[in-house]
T-cell receptor, first 112, second 116 residues
Framework: QKEVEQDPGPLSVPEGAIVSLNCTYS??????FMWYRQYSRKGPELLMY????GNKEDGRFTAQVDKSSKYISLFIRDSQPSDSATYLC????????????FGDGTTLTVKP | EAGVAQSPRYKIIEKRQSVAFWCNPI?????LYWYQQILGQGPKLLIQ????????DSQLPKDRFSAERLKGVDSTLKIQPAKLEDSAVYLC??????????????FGPGTRLTVT
């Protein structure tokens, strides 16, 4: 069993929709929770990170972490065609800063 | 600030041949990572350097993969001999020790390797 499982997708939504992307994990030692966006033929770029539990908002993006359920989510409000990409969740422990374990990604297409 | 540079961008080789990838991290970034991303999967860490020392290479197939980071700047990842299952995108990332976010890694565009 993988340490990090991500909803596989693909996901296709109309422009303006609210998008929910989700990951579960099994290792309770994870303390850092990240979301990366990866456009086709590009490297991932960090969108948001959260330390421990709680919510974090940045513009149209909201990251949620529920450590009791070992479940994290990324919400995208008012989705735009430019949001079309693969979204990767990633997690890390406090004991080895920088070593991330990634999910397999969810590919999102936002149709105009 | 220039980003992480990688070359070549694409490489096609036959199985059992050797190949090398090059990475130039963001200036001043002490930590450098090599990841393997197979199509449809997330990046998998192969090796992590801190300056020119290896921090973690537990998932590097050492019978065929090697990596070095001379002088704590550029890095080279080599595969010899290549197998069909090595077909993937090889991503290099770097991080500054001064970043407050310990997991804020900056990725290069990757090298897409096809082994035939």
């Amino acid at each position: 069993q993988k340490e990090v499982e991500q909803d596989p997708g693909p996901l296709s939504v109309p422009e303006g929709a609210i998008v929910s992307l989700n990951c579960t994990y099994s290792n309770s030692a994870f303390q850092y929770f990240m979301w990366y966006r990866q456009y086709s033929r590009k490297g991932p770029e960090l969108l948001m990170y959260t330390y421990s539990s709680g919510n974090k908002e940045d513009g149209r993006f909201t990251a949620q972490v529920d450590k009791s359920s070992k479940y994290i989510s990324l919400f995208i409000r008012d989705s735009q065609p430019s949001d079309s990409a693969t979204y990767l969740c990633a997690m890390g422990k406090s004991t080895n800063a920088g070593k991330s374990t990634f999910g397999d990604g969810t590919t999102l297409t936002v149709k105009p | 600030e220039a980003g992480v540079a990688q070359s070549p961008r694409y490489k096609i080789i036959e199985k059992r041949q050797s190949v090398a990838f090059w990475c130039n991290p963001i200036s001043g970034h002490a930590t450098l990572y090599w990841y393997q991303q197979i199509l449809g999967q997330g990046p998998k860490l192969l090796i992590q350097f801190q300056n020119n020392g290896v921090v973690d290479d537990s998932q590097l197939p050492k019978d065929r993969f090697s990596a070095e980071r001379l002088k704590g700047v550029d890095s080279t990842l080599k595969i010899q001999p290549a197998k069909l299952e090595d077909s993937a995108v090889y991503l290099c990332a770097s991080r500054s020790q001064r970043d407050r976010v310990p997991y804020e890694q900056y990725f290069g565009p990757g090298t897409r390797l096809t082994v035939t």
